[in-house]
């Protein structure tokens, strides 16, 4: 009987929060990195604003956190907390708009505004304004808030939107920088520069490695060294 009576507390719990505030609900059961509890929010006011959901607020979504002259890094951290707080409070009022709007109007409504939404997106994919990556990822917040509530996203046919979205390209568009490239890049730079520019060219390290490089990791290589590394590398190839 205890039991039973702590699951229909937590049931009714779940059931107020999901009212009150129903995109703090959806968001707190997505599982991700923080990268992606701090872009959601953002990423799913814009289709909220683009489909015209009261609240709008502009400020919230355009301000960005400045560090001022003089500012600690306790009081810019309290900024960008404020600023949070701000953005999930307008949301969940959206939030809870949309929901009733969605109830009212039925699923035909809600597929009609998100194939509008990605299809102003999808023609600045194609304009070269948006990369199809990005286009997905703004997809995903919408997606991830109505799967919490399957009364609303039940009906929504899934499939076909993402049949109509641009693929994502699983390479870069990027190259090697040739020779000459190179030369002439290091001769306008700095002094100190130059030795990063040519450990990543010619080991091919990112620069997300130099977070992780220490001076112990850097062994200077001398002639023998060499000649026994090129003699191995040699005897490797003619085996394959």
């Known amino acids: 009987m205890v039991l039973k009576e702590e699951e229909g507390r937590r049931e009714v719990t779940k059931s107020s929060s999901a009212k009150r505030f129903p995109v703090s609900y959806a968001f707190s059961l997505v599982g991700g990195s923080a990268q992606t509890t701090v872009q959601h929010p ?18 919230i979504n355009g301000e960005k956190t400045t560090k001022k002259k003089g500012m600690t890094y306790e009081e810019m951290k309290k900024q960008t907390a404020e600023r ?5 409070e307008v949301l969940d ?15 035909e409504w809600v597929t009609h505004n998100l194939m ?7 023609q600045r994919v194609l304009r070269g304004e948006l990369s ?16 919490t509530y399957p009364e609303v996203s039940a009906y929504v046919p899934w499939k076909r939107i993402i049949r109509t979205l641009p693929r994502v390209k699983l390479y870069a568009n990027d190259r090697a920088p040739t020779v000459e490239e190179l030369r002439k890049v290091v001769g306008f730079m700095d002094y100190r520069i130059k030795p990063i520019i040519y ?10 490695a130099w977070d992780s ?3 112990k990791h850097v062994r200077p290589i001398k002639s023998a060294e ?11 190839e003619k085996g394959h």
């Open 93 to 107: 009022e959206q939030g809870q708009n949309f929901l009733q709007q969605a109830k009212q109007e039925g699923h």
């Open 132 to 147: 199809s990556g990005t286009l997905k990822n703004m997809y995903r917040p919408i997606k991830d808030f109505l799967d």
């Open 42 to 59: 953002t990423r799913l006011k814009k289709f909220f604003d683009f489909i015209e959901i009261p609240p709008i607020v502009v400020s």
């Open 226 to 236: 060499y000649l026994t590394w090129k003699k191995h590398q040699e005897i490797r």
């Open 199 to 208: 450990v990543m060219a010619s080991s091919g390290i990112r620069v997300g």
């Open 84 to 88: 949070k707080k701000k953005l999930m």
């Open 213 to 215: 490089l220490k001076w």
């Open 116 to 122: 509008l939404y990605l299809n102003h997106h999808k």
